[in-house]
T-cell receptor
Framework: GAVVSQHPSWVICKSGTSVKIECRSL??????MFWYRQFPKQSLMLMAT?????????EQGVEKDKFLINHASLTLSTLTVTSAHPEDSSFYIC?????????FGPGTRLTVL | QKEVEQNSGPLSVPEGAIASLNCTYS??????FFWYRQYSGKSPELIMFIYSNGDKEDGRFTAQLNKASQYVSLLIRDSQPSDSATYLC????????????FGSGTQLTVLP
């Protein structure tokens, strides 16, 4: 149980375009999901907390207009990177909360050319 | 500021030995404690969680919690080369946000 999926697993896009990443809880409902970013050889960095039916809470330094989060259902949260630039290239990982435990998706590797 | 400290390693142990991973945390109000394993290029995978003082065993893994000392550890018995990964200690506070504070991770290498 407690399986979380992400789609796509990797994406390459041109600078200036937008990319949407989906995070789904497959066998449980998740009122709360989290979005992280991880650069090579670094630890996870929490970007935002996503709550179903309400606005996401962004961590300090994360631009909410650039990283749009939508949590429209109990099993789906999306992260849209708008006007992506090469510095946005990173490993984006979501997690979903089940019984006070975070279960992570497999991650999405974004490369912006 | 809530902090979680881990020895970054690298920690090397021979196959079949016991690997001991340690973690300390600063927030005395922390309620839940987690160990995740992260292979290179992959996302974290939950190994164990522990809420109460003492030991919790699951197969070859034992988590130990001492809230008075603000200390969490993970023991891996009969270590295998497939256990080679970065081990992340994570702490959840008492607040409603249910966010995790992660340590920087300990890189473990099990030598065949």
């Amino acid at each position: 149980g407690a399986v979380v999926s992400q789609h796509p697993s990797w994406v390459i896009c041109k600078s200036g375009t937008s990319v949407k990443i989906e995070c789904r809880s497959l066998d449980f409902q998740a009122t709360t999901m989290f979005w992280y970013r991880q650069f090579p050889k670094q630890s996870l960095m929490l970007m935002a907390t996503s709550n179903e039916g309400s606005k996401a809470t962004y961590e300090q330094g994360v631009e909410k207009d650039k990283f749009l989060i939508n949590h429209a259902s109990l099993t789906l949260s999306t992260l849209t990177v708008t006007s992506a630039h090469p510095e946005d290239s990173s490993f984006y990982i979501c997690s979903a909360l089940s019984t006070d435990t975070q279960y992570f998706g497999p991650g999405t590797r974004l490369t912006v050319l | 500021q809530k902090e979680v400290e881990q020895n970054s390693g690298p920690l090397s142990v021979p196959e079949g030995a016991i690997a001991s991973l340690n973690c300390t945390y600063s927030d005395r109000g922390s309620q839940s404690f987690f160990w995740y394993r992260q292979y290179s290029g992959k996302s974290p995978e939950l190994i164990m969680f522990i809420y109460s003082n003492g030991d919790k065993e699951d197969g070859r893994f034992t988590a130990q919690l001492n809230k008075a000392s603000q200390y969490v550890s993970l023991l891996i018995r009969d270590s295998q080369p497939s256990d080679s990964a970065t081990y992340l200690c994570a702490v959840m506070g008492a607040g409603s946000a249910r966010q995790l504070t992660f340590g920087s991770g300990t890189q473990l290498t099990v030598l065949p």
